[in-house]
């Protein structure tokens, strides 16, 4: 008698569901909690998440990749919402939208250092340097991306119009693989 009850319950819940087409699944526990700060002094004039922001939980890494602003003036400060991050989040990791916290400020106003970096720039001339052997061989290129020492980044060879990989040795100087 129990289960013919509790079969009749299904079956009528299912039946509402299907008439309504209201079926609304729960939401997905937060994955990462993300605590915005009011102030920050960018590295780079790409600014991502893990710049302005303490993230922590599964996800971390990822959103801390996420791209939110692009700098164009040192000492300029430029003032994002937290609502514009969310959309920067949601467009570039879609598979997390709605799957973390936020707290902190409201918006975080950031400025780009204005010291040089230690390393190159995109689009700044570089001196690259290639070893045959015992000899070191050198020639003007320009950086197509930024990186710091260690990092790996592509130079353009204006002779050639070739692109290159090489490894960033010291500032404006790059090391062809």
């Known amino acids: ?11 009528a819940l299912m039946a509402l569901v299907a008439l309504t087409g209201n079926c609304t699944p729960l939401a997905a526990p937060a994955q990462a909690s993300i605590h915005l700060h009011d102030m920050v002094q960018a590295p780079s004039r790409q ?9 922590h939980g599964g996800s971390s890494q990822v959103l801390g990749l996420v791209l939110v602003a692009t700098l164009s003036r040192p000492g300029q400060p430029v003032r994002i919402d937290a609502a514009r991050i969310v959309q920067m989040i ?7 939208a709605g799957r973390f916290a936020m707290t902190g400020a409201a918006s975080v106003s950031v400025v780009l250092a204005s010291e040089p970096p230690s390393g190159v720039v995109r689009n700044q001339r ?15 290129m320009v950086a197509r991306s930024e990186g710091r020492p260690g990092q790996s980044v592509r130079v353009i060879d204006l002779q050639s ?4 990989q090489a490894t960033v040795v010291a500032q ?5 693989k």
Do not use: N, Y
């Not at 600014?47 to 993230?55: H, K, Q």
């Not at 949601?90 to 997390?96: G, K, T």
């Not at 404006?172 to 062809?176: A, S």
């Open 47 to 55: 600014v991502r998440l893990s710049d302005i922001a303490t993230v």
């Open 161 to 164: 119009a070739f692109i290159h």
């Open 126 to 140: 570089v001196m690259a340097q290639s070893r045959i052997g015992a000899i070191l061989v050198e020639k003007p």
């Open 90 to 96: 949601e467009r570039q990791q879609p598979a997390l």
């Open 1 to 11: 008698m129990r289960k013919r009850t509790v079969f009749s319950l299904l079956v």
């Open 172 to 176: 404006q100087r790059v090391e062809l």
